[in-house]
Nanobody, 126 residues
Framework: QVQLVESGGGLAQPGESLRLSCAAS????????MSWARQAPGKGLEWVSG????????YYADSVRGRFTISRDNIKNRVYLQMNSLKPEDTALYYC???????????????????WGHGTQVTVSS
């Protein structure tokens, strides 16, 4: 069965960095685009970043572009989110998600994703 397990969350001060990891299993990882999304307390799910099957194309929400970097390792079956220059508004539960083999519309469309992890908490506070 498909499993996505996030790790690497924690407490950071504004301006610091964290790196999130997502361990994937139960599917041919290299055949699928992946994304990260987040949900802040009391708010809806927000798409953050996506990456194509071989890692050659990456996509970012305006709120994180220039600060976050998504990457993947198709040998280790892992996708990463390097988060630099963290801000308090980055505080959220961060999820990784698996899409269909091809994104039909846009990476930011949450309906593109058919499996989700359980999330890892990121808290940015001074």
């Amino acid at each position: 069965q498909v499993q996505l397990v996030e790790s690497g969350g924690g407490l950071a001060q504004p301006g610091e960095s964290l790196r999130l990891s997502c361990a994937a299993s139960g599917f041919t990882f290299a055949s699928y685009p992946m994304s990260w999304a987040r949900q802040a307390p009391g708010k809806g799910l927000e798409w953050v970043s996506g990456i194509d099957r071989d890692g050659s194309d990456t996509y970012y929400a305006d709120s994180v572009r220039g600060r976050f970097t998504i990457s993947r390792d198709n040998i280790k079956n892992r996708v990463y989110l390097q988060m630099n220059s963290l801000k308090p508004e980055d505080t959220a539960l961060y999820y990784c998600a698996k899409a269909a083999p091809f994104i039909i519309g846009d990476y930011s469309g949450l309906a593109e994703y058919d499996y989700w992890g359980h999330g890892t908490q990121v808290t940015v506070s001074s």
